[in-house]
């Protein structure tokens, strides 16, 4: 540990904290033209430095001395800052990793960074204590079920029945999920006695099962409604590995009858912060799955990355899928000294596709622009830069250059060959364009966009944004997608009713985008973004800005439930959808984490009204169902 930096809480206020940095040389050689580079994810008002020189680029800065004065050995170098906030309650709010480069070396001295001192740090983890399990332990609760006496066992001559169209996707999962178990495939025979069967008097997504003791039948009128009887039947396997109960198993009789409360019941995950494997993202596809989720949204783009192969422009991925010191793009939230990224290539996302598919879910993309496209302006500035622009502006995380130029043509080059290439990679009927977080300041000083505005008689530069977008609708409409996009999608007034929007700020904003006639999807951040910290201890992982997201409040969500049951609003209401945001996620292990048992509580909100949903119950259930948690190797919060 031959360097250490130090953070501590000074001062603090209701809007503003006071910061003393630290840097120690514990070495016995001193530090010739030294520069620390560190992550920290709020903004230090340069100003605010009371010693050193100090650049930052999002959550990237570096800090030198001033008067390049070398760092003895076993001395120190201090200087105070300030960061506009609210008080600081999470370790994960201080600095996150550092570095040091001296002596004229290229190779990175690595810095021990303790936690931040915090004024009033908080050490109440607190848990949730869960009841015994109970016999049955399905999430989503069914809307019936009806248990019987006796059980079905499965064995080496358990076989499948004729096989529907519209249920060949989910027996391809099942026998995935059954070699797990058995160590003889599961066959399909004319006389099995697994039968999947259409019934058409069943709605959109409902099924019908009944698990006898010598057949199990699973009816459903739709490919949805046969994923929903399979991840049931999945459920109802008891935990344990069949091959450590002599190569058989058993699932209690039971007759359910079950439908979805919503259309859309989704999750996205954001992959441009941090990247995350195929095999991540398969293994999250088989949880969605089982707890009935229907929706992957994959946020592919932002500032931080590009992780979608664009065959017409390989820079977006040679440039733009990596961060690190020597890149075009410096590191950001981890990996401060080295580089880190990576991108799907197109065989990789058809592979993901169709896996989602098998599992009945359908994988929405997010191309997320005008904003945070700093990863693509970066990849290719000879599109994408308004040399002329001399427009000042810095984005919530910290950006002054991640903005599209809607007078530019190469923006619409761009914009409608990478759609070209992703509309032709997703069969989903959606695309999602983000159009969230475009700062106030942008486009002001182009006088490209100045004529723009002219020339279309635009009077607000937002109305530069709803441009953009609404050229976007169109070109998706051509290729028969419908446009989604955040609760800014529809700022500048140019997106049809025919967008969707998903509001993301609070339950206000999906109030009055549903009073507005848009359809939406909500997502509003104090319930559904499982990025939040879980408890208000300092050590919780995750963020804050939103409030902190326990389990039981993640499960009391309604979605606009101030409105009375026949307003028309209600009507608009397509699903729910959590988000994973990933500036905080640095592993597997906080990945799921943060993940679980959250999610189960959030699909549960998407599949039961209100009125069907119990609390105490929904712990007891969730007990049974950590022990499958435990087998496939989840990293769930306990307590």
Request: proline letters at 7%; aromatic letters at 10%.
């Amino acid at each position: 540990m031959s360097y250490r930096l130090d953070l501590t809480v000074i001062n603090q206020t209701d809007t503003e904290s006071r910061f003393a940095l630290t840097l120690h040389n514990l070495g016995d050689q001193a530090l010739e033209a030294w520069s620390l580079a560190f992550i920290i994810s709020r903004w230090i008002e340069p100003a605010s430095v009371s010693r050193g020189v100090l650049q930052q680029t999002g959550s990237y800065c570096t800090l030198s001395a001033s008067d390049d004065a070398a760092l003895a050995p076993n001395s120190h170098f201090y200087t105070e800052f300030s960061i506009k906030t609210p008080p600081l309650t999470l370790h994960g709010d201080g600095v996150i990793e550092a570095c040091l480069y001296a002596n004229q070396q290229d190779e990175p001295l690595p810095v021990t960074v303790t936690p931040v001192n915090l004024k009033h740090p908080v050490q109440d983890r607190q848990t949730v204590t869960l009841p015994a399990p109970k016999p049955i332990n399905l999430i989503p609760a069914p809307a019936s079920l009806k248990s019987l006496p006796g059980e079905f066992r499965f064995t080496r001559d358990t076989a499948l029945a004729e096989v529907p169209d519209a249920a060949q996707g989910c027996v391809n999962w099942l026998q995935q999920e059954l070699a797990h178990w058995l160590d003889t495939p599961l066959q399909v025979s004319p006389g099995g006695n697994i039968h999947y069967q259409a019934r058409a008097d069943l709605a959109e997504g409902a099924y019908h099962m009944l698990v006898e003791h010598d057949h199990i039948w699973l009816e459903a009128s739709s490919a949805a409604g046969f994923s929903h009887a399979t991840a049931t039947l999945l459920q109802l396997l008891p935990a344990q590995p069949a091959h450590q109960i002599e190569h058989s198993l058993s699932v209690p009789m039971v007759e359910i009858n079950d439908q979805p409360q919503y259309g859309h019941r989704g999750m996205m995950l954001d992959c441009a912060r941090h990247f995350h494997s195929v095999a991540r993202i398969k293994k999250l596809l088989d949880q969605l799955a089982r707890y009935k989720f229907n929706t992957f949204h994959w946020h592919l783009t932002d500032d931080e990355g590009w992780r979608i192969e664009i065959e017409a422009y390989p820079a977006l991925t040679d440039t733009g899928a990596w961060r690190g010191p020597q890149e075009q793009l410096v590191p950001q939230f981890s990996t401060v000294d080295r580089r880190y990224g990576g991108f799907y290539t197109k065989q990789q996302i058809r592979d993901i596709v169709a896996y989602a598919a098998d599992r009945g879910i359908q994988v929405i993309p997010e191309i997320d622009i005008p904003g945070h496209c700093r990863a693509a302006i970066k990849s290719l500035p000879e599109l994408l830069v308004d040399e002329a622009d001399r427009s000042q502006y810095r984005s919530i995380q910290n950006y002054s250059d991640n903005i599209l130029s809607p007078a530019l043509a190469g923006t619409y080059t761009f914009l409608t060959t990478v759609l070209d290439e992703v509309c032709e990679l997703f069969p989903a009927p959606f695309l999602h364009v983000g159009a969230d977080e475009v700062p106030n300041g942008v486009w002001t000083d182009s006088p490209a966009c100045r004529e723009l505005m002219a020339r279309e008689g635009y009077e607000d530069p937002f109305e530069l944004q709803g441009h953009i977008l609404r050229f976007v609708e169109h070109y998706l409409a051509q290729k028969g997608k419908r446009m989604l996009g955040w609760q800014e999608v529809v700022k500048g007034d140019k997106v049809s009713k025919h967008t969707i929007v998903m509001p993301w700020i609070n339950e206000q904003a999906g109030l009055e985008c549903a009073g507005n006639g848009y359809q939406v999807i909500m997502q509003p951040a104090q319930y559904t973004y499982l990025d939040l910290a879980q408890g208000p201890s300092a050590e919780e992982a995750g963020a804050n800005w939103a409030g902190i997201l326990p389990l039981e409040t993640v499960y009391s969500y309604r979605p606009l439930a101030e409105l009375d049951p026949n307003d028309p609003r209600l009507n608009q209401i397509m699903g729910i959808q959590c988000a994973l945001w990933c500036e905080h996620v640095y592993s597997q292990a906080r990945f799921e984490y943060l993940l679980y048992p959250r999610l189960l509580a959030v699909s549960e909100v998407c599949w039961c009204p209100p009125d069907q949903r119990d609390w105490d119950d929904f712990k007891a259930r969730l007990h049974g169902q950590l022990h499958y948690l435990d087998r496939v190797g989840v990293n769930y919060r306990q307590g």
